[in-house]
Every structure is written in structure tokens, then in C-alpha cells.
């Protein structure tokens, strides 16, 4: 199939003789008058633009963006280098479609796809098994919570704890998803940026017990949580531990099954996905295999067919919503294979030795800005172990900090209530961090 297929009169003409209409519009009958006004409209607007107009009137509408070259800015988002042959192979024409496969075993490289990308999950995490794949990090904690419900035994049991230090977005869905399943949700404090660990403790045996604790690490404000001992307290008191974390710190930190988690979760959009105003991003989930029916999405497994071939199956579907949708029992898209598919080409491209490689610089790099950081003025908020995100106090107006930055073309870290999220990646120069750096000590001095 061609990447650009022309659509004459006479091709109309053929194509609605077939389906047995007269013009387009009875075709789209179903549409209401209105939206079909709209969109005539516009449609009208465009007609008669050459394909020159057409790309000037797109990068007009796109010049009013503002585009960073340094950006150092994280809290749940992380340029990365995406090598040019992860982009070439994941846009073949194969695999770029809106087509769902309801009938997957005919699409064998699809589910080959999703199998190799479930293989790559569970060795990231060191968990049993995997899925592929939900919206995003957030969704993919929110249905972690869900997996772990033991409502139907218990009814008492049906307690969501979530630290402060869990990226908020996150804790906002999971706090939707457990008022409509009429959960309740116990926030934790934190102290010196970590997770408060009595405060979890007293929360997870109180009461009869919780249902799951979910922690990140490193969490909202770049540190690694005491996730050992976490697990230890959590699995104490009868509830299950659900970790979630940036892929891309596994090259450095261990994985979520090395803590002793029940299931791990997070975002993958740092495997090969672009940082593009906002998505597609890239839910990863995997546990340990009681858990398994549980699991949300597909489970695709490889076997050999009646001729001795290799093939690949759908293996489970436990919570699959298919087109049932009044039945769905999780919230996940079948298309978001294809961001999966991206990922498992990132992976296999820089390989073990990429990735580290490429951790390693993120971790010294960001280390070095913070030092930087300290000597320009500002002070580490927090004082344990981070991955390349921390965060910083200001002496005067942190807002100032951020403003001279972006006059000098630079997107510094994120403004929260316990400082700036900063984040540094391969992508940031030594010599774009010491100018971000040197902007930020006159900043200072200026206050």
C-alpha cells in the first residue's frame, strides 16, 4: 500500500456504486447536519490549495509553538535520543495502521510484536509476566490498584495507600478509579522527600489491613524510595506492593521484582517515544505470575502450529474490553501496540550496552547540574539517591530562576510546592548545562 493513494471522480464514483450509494453525502447520512455544516466548512476553507500553501499554512499554525533547545525539565516526561532507525522501522507501513486486530491470529507479526515487547518488559522488571499495553503510567497504576481488589473476599479490605511522593497525575486517576469502585484512598506524607515510613506502616495494618500500597521510585521528586523495606512492611500486613518507575532507571537501579514488588508498572515513553505535546505515551505492566488472570490487555504467547512453524497466540485476555464495551473490565486500547512495538525496536537498537551506556550519562550528568546548581545558589531539597531528577530550593523567587532561563531560550525545571523538578538527559551538553548553570548564578546574585 502506498503511502499517498489518489482519489479520483471516477474512483468515487466506482467505490459508492459498489457499496450501493448515490453521492457522499447519503454515505454519511448517519452524521448530524450540523457537525457535517462544520466540517464542510472547513473543508471549504482549504479548497483549491496547492500542496505548497498547504505546508506554509502548517508551519504557520506550527511556528506559534515555542520550541526549547535545552530542556530540563522532567516530572513524568524525558527527551531522550530516539536512534534514526527506531522512527524508519516502527512508521513501515506494516505496522502504521488504525485497523484492530479482532481476529489477531491472522496477524501474526502483530502479535509477534507485542510478544517481543512483553519479553523486554519482563526482563526491565524482572517480573513473570507482562501485557501490552494501557494509555499510560497513570493508567497502568490505576489498573495495578484494581488488580490487587480483594472486595469479594473481604469487604473490609478495601484500602488504597499512595504516598505524597507518587507523581501526581498518577495519584489523580488512581483517586477516580478508587471512588468508583468505592475504594478508600489514604494519602501518605512524606519526610525529607521519601515516603513517611510509620505513617505507611500504621496506614497498611490498620483497620484489618489494606488492599495494595503503591510507591514510586524514584518518585515525584527525583529520590529513590526505601522500597525493601517498604515491600517488607507492606507484605506484613497482608496487602500487595505495586512499584512503579522510569524504565530508563533500571540501567542504573534494580528492577521492581528485585524490591520484592507484586507488580511493577510506569511509563514507557522513554523507550523511543517522542516528548510531542503530550502523547501518545506508553503504559507498561507486568507481574508475578499469580497475579496473571488479573492482568489487564492482552497476553500474547508463542507456540508451534499443526505443521511444527512457530506461531504466536493470543494467551489471555483475561480483562480484555474487545468491542463489549458495556462489559469492559479495564480501560485499554489495542492500538497502543504500536507504541509498544516502538518500544521493543528502541530497546533491541541500543541494546543492554546502549542502555547503560545511556543511563550512565543521564546519572552523571544530572549529579554534575546539581552540583553546578549548589555552587550557583540554590540547595538540593532533598538529600538521598536520585536517578537524573531532583529538586531544589531556592534562597529568594524560584519563579525568577525559571523566567531568566526561558528569556535565554532554555525550559528549566518544573515549580512545585517543594521546590524545582529538575531533569537532565544525554540529550543536555556539558556546555548547555553550564550556561543554564551560569544564568542561574546571576539570577541569584541579583536577588
Known sequence: MGGYITCSDFCKAEMLAYIGKSDISEL??????????????????????????????????????????????????????????VKQLASKEEFVTAYTPYQPELSQGILQGIFEYQSLICRLTGMDVSNASVYDGATAAAEAVIMTSEKVKNKNKNRVIIPETVDPKTA??????????????????????????????VAAEAHGGAMCVLIQTPNYYGIMEPADEICRIVHSAGAKCIISSVPTSFSIFRSQADYGADIAVGDAQSLGLSVSFGGPYLGYMACRSDMTRRLPGRIVGKTIDADGNRAFVLTLQAREQHIRREKAAANICSNQAHCALTAAIYLSVVGRDGFVKMG?????????????????????AFKGDFFNEFTTVSPDNPGAVLSALESEGILGGLQTDKGIIWCVTELVSEKELARAAGIVERTVKHQ
Open 28 to 85: 454519511f447520512s448517519s452524521i448530524p447536519l450540523k457537525i457535517m455544516e462544520d466540517c464542510r466548512t472547513g473543508i471549504e476553507r482549504f479548497s483549491g490549495m496547492s500542496e505548497i500553501e498547504v505546508s506554509e499554512y502548517m508551519n504557520s499554525l506550527a511556528s506559534q509553538n515555542t520550541v526549547f533547545k535545552t530542556i530540563l525539565r522532567g516530572a513524568g516526561s524525558y527527551r531522550h535520543y530516539i536512534p534514526a532507525a
Open 172 to 201: 489523580a486517576v488512581i483517586k477516580t478509579y478508587c471512588f468508583a469502585e468505592d475504594y478508600e484512598y489514604v494519602s501518605i506524607p512524606s519526610v525529607g522527600g521519601i515516603s513517611d515510613i510509620n505513617a505507611l506502616k
Open 360 to 380: 550512565r550519562i543521564c546519572f552523571d550528568k544530572a549529579h554534575r547540574f546539581a552540583d553546578m546548581l549548589e555552587s550557583a545558589g540554590l540547595k538540593r
